[in-house]
C-alpha cells in the first residue's frame, strides 16, 4: 500500500502561499506578542505590520502552544494520513522542534519522524518543498526521510541587518558578537553553523559592501553547478529587488523566488535584512 505522508512545518519556513496550498503543507503558526495581544504568525499578522511599529514598539514571540501541536498532528490524522514528515526551525533558535518532537512521542496512532532544519527562513522552506516535490512524484516514507537528511547540510542562507540591536535584545547574537570586536562600521553577513546557531561565516564593511558579499557568494556557486536560488529581506524590497534582479541574469539557477521573511524572524532582526540561500540541483 502506497505511503500517505503529510508535510508539517511552522510559520518561520518563509514558503510562498501558493506553494504550500499546492502541496496541502500543514503550517503551525509562531506566535507575535504585544503586551496581552497574542497574534498567529502570517495569519493575523503580516511582516509590514511589525516594521511598521519598530523600534517604538517591539514585540516577543513565542513557539506554538503543546495543544496546538496536538491539534495539527489530529487533524493530519483524521485526513487519513498515516505518516508524517515534520521539519522545523533550528533547535539552536527556537523550542518548536523540541515541543513537536515531545508531543509526536504521544501520538501512538502516526509515525512520525521530526527533523531539526538547523536553519531558518527560507533554507528551512527548501527542506519542505522539496520533501513535498518527493511526495508528489511517489516516493515512499523511506526515501522522503533519507532525501531531508541529504539535503540539510548543502543547503546555504547567508544574510546581513541593518543593525545588530535586534539580535542583541533577542539574545541571540552569541558568535556574531563577538567576531565584531570593536570594529567601527563592519557589517557582519549571518549564516547558520552546523548546531543551527548564528555564526559569521565573513564580513565586510559597510553596507553596500556586505550586499555585494551576498551576491558574490551566489556568482560562486552557480560557477560550480545549477541551483535553487531564493532572495529575501525584511522591509528592504528595494534594496533586495536589485540583488535579485542582479542575480537573475546568471547561468545555471534553476528557479528563483523572492518573498519577505516571517513576522516571528523579523522580530529578532529587525527592518533592513536582506538575504540568500541557494543549495545546488
Known sequence: MKDKIALLTD????????????????????????????????????????????????????????????????????????????????????????????????????HIEVFDSKVLGIALGFQVWEAARDIKRGLDFAGVVENVKKLQPRIRIYYVLETLDYLRRGGRIG?????????????????????????????????????????????????????RLAVVHGGAYEEAMKLKERLQGLPNIKEIIFGNISPALGVHTGPGLIGVCYYEV
Not at 510562498?16 to 507575535?32: A, D, R
Not at 499578522?45 to 501541536?69: C, D, N, R, S
Not at 561565516?201 to 553547478?225: H, Q, T
Open 11 to 110: 510559520s518561520a519556513c518563509d514558503l510562498p502561499p501558493e506553494v504550500i496550498e499546492e502541496h496541502s503543507i500543514h503550517v503551525l503558526p509562531l506566535k507575535i506578542i504585544y503586551g496581552s495581544k497574542e497574534y498567529s504568525d502570517r495569519i493575523d499578522i503580516q511582516p509590514e505590520e511589525v516594521y511598521q511599529q519598530m523600534p517604538e514598539k517591539i514585540p516577543t514571540t513565542a513557539m506554538p502552544g503543546l495543544g496546538e501541536i496536538k491539534d495539527v498532528f489530529r487533524k493530519i490524522r483524521n485526513q487519513g494520513f498515516s505518516k508524517v514528515v515534520a521539519i522545523h526551525l533550528s533547535a539552536g533558535l527556537s523550542g518548536t522542534h523540541d515541543a513537536v518532537k515531545m508531543v509526536a512521542k504521544e501520538i501512538k496512532d502516526l
Open 175 to 227: 558568535r556574531v558578537e563577538a567576531m565584531l570586536g570593536g570594529i567601527l562600521n563592519l557589517k557582519p553577513i549571518i549564516s547558520c553553523d552546523d548546531e543551527g546557531k548564528y555564526y559569521t561565516p565573513y564580513k565586510a564593511r559597510g553596507r553596500a559592501k556586505s550586499i555585494n558579499k551576498l551576491a558574490e557568494l551566489v556568482e560562486k556557486a552557480v560557477e560550480e553547478g545549477s541551483i
